[in-house]
């Protein structure tokens, strides 16, 4: 016979599974929303403590850290879009009028580009409604966690069962490695792109912020690098006659390029003691997985690992 407790933790841990999986179906497609709201959160907290240090209440001090964080976003967006836009469709006539000979590979992958372009902006209209709910969403929690960051923060450390060391060292590689990617890669996609805008705009290159775009993700996601933009449009200029200005721009995109691979590995794998290797595969394969957030969480899940792999081998 079973006894009244034993049956009654059954029955509880039946219960407790039961809730949390409903619990799952009913946050997991809100569970990236979540995750972006965890992460602003987390960079923008003692934005937040400085200036409730000055105003001493903490909705009002929550509410112009989010307007900071909306003006940031939104700022480059509205004096940007416009203009790529504008380039966008030049950018499509120019490769269009190009001819490519007896070259059909050519021809058809140009046009499978296109075909995929305007498949994912069909997508992206299609899907904003869902878009604009989790950015509301993650407004609206990033409101409490800023309001109630700390105690929710100590719970959930609470809550984990581990001893305090290895909390603590857990907690230290996520720290250390969100701000080396943050810092090592947007950061610097960021400054990189901002810098070759200028070099496209000073070398005559057609449609420089559209490029700069493209180069800024290159450099953010570290797969081909931006010679791939830069180093095509320097040949064709020097092969259409133009050689000052193809020349110039190999030295400064070669200069500018070692700039990026300086700053970004040696603040990435410095910072979160990761390698190389490790850091591109954690970007690449956490963007899959996680989306854009995986900048993050990609390099943070193999930190992570490695750092318990470590415990495992020193306990045993």
């Known amino acids: 016979m079973i006894p009244k407790h034993s049956s009654r933790n059954y029955l509880f841990t039946g219960l407790f599974l039961m809730v949390a999986i409903i619990s799952f179906f009913i946050v997991k497609d809100l569970i990236f929303a979540i995750l972006y709201s965890i992460v602003l959160a987390f960079f923008f907290y003692p934005v937040y403590d400085r200036i409730n240090s000055f105003i001493k209440v903490r909705s009002i001090s929550a509410m112009i850290v989010i307007?900071?964080?909306?003006?940031?976003?939104?700022?480059?967006?509205?004096?940007?879009?416009?203009?790529?836009?504008?380039?966008s469709i030049e950018f499509y006539d120019i490769v269009k009028g190009l001819d490519f000979g007896s070259t059909p590979f050519v021809k058809e992958g140009l046009q499978n580009i296109i075909t995929t372009i305007s498949v994912t902006a069909n997508d992206f209209l299609?899907?904003?409604?869902?878009?604009?709910?989790?950015?509301?969403?993650?407004?609206?929690?990033?409101?409490?966690?800023?309001?109630?960051?700390?105690?929710?923060?100590?719970?959930?450390?609470?809550?984990?069962?581990?001893?305090?060391?290895?909390?603590?060292?857990?907690?230290?590689?996520?720290?250390?490695?969100?701000?080396?990617?943050?810092?090592?890669?947007?950061?610097?996609?960021i400054i990189i792109g901002i810098l070759f805008g200028i070099g496209f705009y000073i070398f005559q290159v057609e449609s420089p912020i559209i490029l700069a775009f493209i180069v800024m993700i290159l450099v953010i996601l570290p797969i081909v690098g931006s010679a791939l933009v830069w180093l095509p449009?320097?040949?064709?200029k020097m092969?259409?006659?133009?050689?000052?200005?193809?020349?110039?721009?190999?030295?400064?995109?070669?200069?500018?390029?070692?700039?990026?691979?300086?700053?970004?590995?040696?603040?990435?794998?410095?910072?979160?003691?990761?390698?190389p290797a490790l850091t591109v595969i954690g970007v690449i394969?956490?963007?899959?997985?996680?989306?854009?957030?995986?900048?993050?969480?990609?390099?943070?899940?193999?930190?992570?690992?490695?750092?318990?792999?470590?415990?495992?081998?020193?306990?045993?």
């Open 67 to 87: 307007v900071i964080i909306i003006f940031i976003v939104t700022t480059p967006l509205v004096f940007v879009s416009n203009r790529m836009i504008h380039e």
């Open 126 to 189: 299609y899907s904003l409604p869902t878009r604009l709910l989790n950015i509301f969403v993650s407004l609206f929690l990033l409101f409490y966690f800023f309001i109630d960051g700390k105690m929710l923060f100590e719970n959930f450390k609470k809550f984990l069962p581990l001893d305090k060391k290895k909390k603590e060292l857990y907690f230290n590689e996520f720290r250390n490695v969100a701000y080396s990617v943050v810092y090592g890669s947007v950061l610097t996609g």
């Open 233 to 236: 449009i320097s040949v064709l």
């Open 239 to 275: 092969i259409n006659g133009d050689t000052t200005n193809g020349i110039g721009l190999i030295i400064y995109g070669v200069i500018l390029s070692l700039l990026a691979n300086l700053l970004s590995y040696r603040i990435m794998s410095k910072k979160a003691k990761l390698h």
């Open 285 to 316: 394969g956490g963007l899959k997985f996680f989306g854009f957030i995986g900048v993050i969480f990609g390099p943070f899940v193999l930190v992570l690992l490695i750092t318990m792999m470590k415990y495992l081998i020193v306990e045993r």
